[in-house]
C-alpha cells in the first residue's frame, strides 16, 4: 500500500484535479413544497398538490387571489413545484468519493504500521512517514470539497459508465482503481498462482523470503532492502533485490548473460548471491540458489533398482527424500559456468548435503561428501576463507541441496 501511494502520488493528484476542476453532474428533478408566491411553473401537478393537500389552504381573508375564486375562498400557502438543477450525486462521482476514502484509510493503517514497526530503524520511519504524510494530505484535501457534499455511497460500481471509460480524470482514476484492486505487494503472478494452485511457484517465492531471512541473520544483519520496481512488485525481470549490511545482495531471477557472468550461455537462477553490485567490476558472484519443490525416493547403494523403489515408495507413502537428481546435475553446470563458488538447491526434503570440489577429496566420496551442512556454516566458512586471501580457487566450493520446508507458526 505504501508503494502505490507513493509511487502513484502524481497520477492520483493529477487524476482528482481534472475532477475536480470539471466534475460530472446531472439533471435532476425533485418535488419540493414552495411559498405561494414562489411558483414560477404551473401544471396538472400543481393543480393536484394543491387539492390534495387541504393542510396547505388558508382564508384569503380579503385578499383577491384568482385561485381563491375556485377554492371557495381559500389559497394555498405551500404548493408542490418540481425543481430541476444540476446534482455531483452520480455514479461516477460516487465512485470518486468512494475510491478516496479507501485510499485514505488503508493510508492511515499503513501509516500506523510504519510508526509502529519494531523492525524499521529511526531514519526508515521517518522518511517513510514524511512521504506517506504528503499523499495523505493531498487525498484529505480533495475529500473535503464542496462536489462531495452531497454526494451519496457507492452501491453499485458503474463498470460500463462512458464517463469513467472515456472522460479525462475518470479514466484515469478507473486505471488507478483497477490496478489498486489486482495490486500485489509483490508479485504480479501470485495471486494466479494461488488460483491455479502452482505450490511450485509458490515454494518458490516462499524460498526467496525464506533465504533472505536467514542471510540477514547470518550476516548479522541490521537493516535489510528489499528494492523493488516503480510498480512496487517484487517484478520477474531480475531487477529486484534484497541488499544486506555488508553489501551483499540476493537477486530473484536475475539474468546472467555471457562474456560478464556466464563463459558460455545466459542462465537465470532463481536466486543469486552477490558480494554487491553486479554492475561493478569489482563484485563477485558468491553462488546461486533454484527452488525446487519436487523429491526423488532414492536408496543410495541400489541406484538401479531407482525406478522400481520410486513406485514402491509412492504405494506405501514411505518416503526417504533427496533432491531430485537431474537438479544436482542443473547445479553443477550453475556452478562450471558461472564461476559461483556454490550452487545449492532449495527443497523440501529431509537431507541437507554439500559435495566440495577439493582435489585431495578425489576418489574419497566421503571425503568431499557433507551431510551436517547448513546455509549458516557454508555462508561463515565462505567469508572467513575470502577474508583470507583473494585467491578465487578457495576450497570451499561445490554443490548441495538444503532442506527448505514451509511450516505453520505455532502461535498463529
Not at 470518486?96 to 484509510?105: D, P, S, Y
Amino acid at each position: 500500500m505504501y508503494h502505490f501511494l507513493v509511487n502513484n502520488r502524481e497520477r492520483i493528484i493529477s487524476a482528482y484535479e481534472d475532477i475536480i476542476k470539471c466534475p460530472h453532474r446531472k439533471l435532476v428533478e425533485k418535488q419540493e413544497w414552495l411559498n405561494f408566491w414562489e411558483v414560477s411553473e404551473v401544471n396538472e401537478d400543481t393543480v393536484i398538490s394543491i387539492i390534495t393537500h387541504p393542510e396547505y389552504l388558508t382564508k384569503a381573508k380579503g385578499l383577491s387571489f384568482a385561485v381563491a375564486e375556485s377554492l371557495s375562498g381559500y389559497v394555498p400557502t405551500k404548493v408542490a413545484q418540481e425543481i430541476k438543477y444540476e446534482s455531483f450525486d452520480t455514479h461516477e462521482n460516487r465512485f470518486v468519493k468512494h475510491f478516496l476514502n479507501e485510499l485514505i484509510a488503508w493510508g492511515e493503517k499503513t501509516l500506523n504500521a510504519i510508526m509502529t514497526s519494531s523492525y524499521l530503524t529511526k531514519d526508515q520511519k521517518q522518511e517513510a512517514t514524511s512521504k506517506l504524510k504528503i499523499v495523505l494530505g493531498d487525498l484529505e484535501y480533495y475529500a473535503v470539497s464542496d462536489i462531495f457534499d452531497d454526494v451519496s455511497e457507492m452501491v453499485i460500481f458503474p463498470s460500463t459508465s462512458q464517463v469513467l471509460l472515456k472522460r479525462e480524470g475518470y479514466r484515469d482514476l478507473l486505471q488507478l482503481w483497477w490496478e489498486f484492486k489486482a495490486y500485489s505487494p509483490f508479485f504480479g503472478e501470485m495471486k494466479r498462482a494461488i488460483a491455479n494452485k502452482d505450490i511450485a511457484k509458490l515454494y518458490e517465492y516462499w524460498c526467496f523470503f525464506k533465504l533472505v531471512e536467514e542471510l540477514g541473520d547470518i550476516l548479522e544483519n541490521k537493516r535489510l532492502k528489499i528494492h523493488v520496481t516503480p510498480a512496487g512488485e517484487l517484478s520477474e525481470s531480475g531487477d529486484v533485490y534484497a541488499e544486506f549490511d555488508n553489501g551483499w545482495r540476493l537477486y530473484y531471477n536475475k539474468r546472467l548473460a555471457p562474456k560478464k557472468w556466464s563463459y558460455s550461455v545466459t542462465l537465470r537462477p532463481d536466486f543469486s548471491l552477490f558480494t554487491g553490485n553486479p554492475g561493478n567490476r569489482d563484485t563477485e558472484l558468491v553462488g546461486v540458489f533454484d527452488a525446487k519443490f519436487k523429491l526423488d525416493v532414492v536408496d543410495e547403494n541400489r541406484r538401479k533398482e531407482f525406478d522400481e523403489e520410486s513406485e514402491i515408495a509412492e504405494k506405501t507413502g514411505s518416503y526417504k527424500t533427496w533432491a531430485k537428481l537431474e537438479d544436482i546435475y542443473k547445479m553443477h553446470t550453475y556452478r562450471d559456468a558461472l564461476g559461483a563458488k556454490f550452487a545449492v538447491v532449495l527443497y523440501p526434503g529431509s537431507k541437507n548435503v554439500f559435495f566440495k570440489t577439493d582435489k585431495e577429496c578425489l576418489g574419497d566420496l566421503k571425503g568431499c561428501k557433507k551431510e551436517k551442512f547448513s546455509l549458516s556454516r557454508l555462508i561463515r566458512e565462505l567469508i572467513k576463507e575470502m577474508g583470507k586471501n583473494n585467491d578465487k580457487q578457495q576450497k570451499l566450493s561445490g554443490v548441495g541441496y538444503l532442506s527448505f520446508i514451509p511450516e505453520v507458526n505455532k502461535h498463529d
